[in-house]
T-cell receptor, first 114, second 113 residues
Framework: KNEVEQSPQNLTAQEGEFITINCSYSVGISALHWLQQHPGGGIVSLFMLSSGKKKHGRLIATINIQEKHSSLHITASHPRDSAVYICAVSSLMYSGGGADGLTFGKGTHLIIQP | NAGVTQTPKFQVLKTGQSMTLQCAQDMNHEYMSWYRQDPGMGLRLIHYSVGAGITDQGEVPNGYNVSRSTTEDFPLRLLSAAPSQTSVYFC????????????FGSGTRLTVV
């Protein structure tokens, strides 16, 4: 079973700061996902990546497959970025017998103060 | 709008009652799954399905049943609710192997008293 660790668990920053959230996992994966969950809200997929780097607006996600590590960066942070950010990994293939789907980290609770 | 629809959004049950959480998707995704989210823990997989007629257990299946009679629908049944099943439940769907990522429903907040 894959173990997914996120750090930090909680992060409070000032508006405009550069934010980094880290994720590490224990065994090989097919893809890594970054998700966003606002308080009381649903879960939105931000990125899915299996190598390299992806960028969407002020969000950047990177992954290092050899080191089993990924980072989510937020540039020019804004109070509306306040949310829980969740890292999840998906297994290499549907085995037909084992549990498939996503293994989740516990999330990083981000608060951006104005 | 294309997506995953979960109903109800909120539910309060008494211990021992039964209910079904509904999940429907209109994206022709083969893979559908149910997760529960509890404070201080990551989301955990309850049951999943890779196509109509095929279901399998996840990490925490006890107390829950599922079926997949159509590609679109994947209901989660609680046969005899227990306070330990108080949680927020999310349904998610994707193409097989998570190709193009996962789409989540808006969640069902269930309280068992």
């Amino acid at each position: 079973k894959n173990e997914v660790e996120q750090s930090p668990q909680n992060l409070t920053a000032q508006e405009g700061e550069f934010i980094t959230i880290n994720c590490s996992y224990s065994v090989g994966i097919s893809a890594l996902h970054w998700l966003q969950q606002h308080p009381g809200g649903g879960i939105v997929s931000l990125f899915m990546l299996s190598s390299g780097k992806k960028k969407h607006g002020r969000l950047i996600a990177t992954i290092n497959i050899q080191e089993k590590h990924s980072s989510l960066h937020i540039t020019a942070s804004h109070p509306r970025d306040s949310a829980v950010y969740i890292c999840a990994v998906s297994s290499l293939m549907y085995s037909g017998g084992g549990a498939d789907g996503l293994t989740f980290g516990k999330g990083t609770h981000l608060i951006i103060q104005p | 709008n294309a997506g995953v629809t979960q109903t109800p959004k909120f539910q309060v049950l008494k211990t021992g009652q039964s209910m079904t959480l509904q999940c429907a998707q209109d994206m022709n995704h083969e893979y559908m799954s149910w997760y529960r989210q509890d404070p201080g823990m990551g989301l955990r997989l309850i049951h999943y399905s890779v196509g109509a007629g095929i279901t399998d257990q996840g990490e925490v299946p006890n107390g829950y049943n599922v079926s997949r009679s159509t590609t679109e629908d994947f209901p989660l049944r609680l046969l005899s609710a227990a306070p330990s099943q108080t949680s927020v439940y999310f349904c998610a769907s994707s193409y097989l192997f998570g190709v193009n990522g996962y789409t989540f429903g808006s969640g069902t907040r269930l309280t068992v008293v």
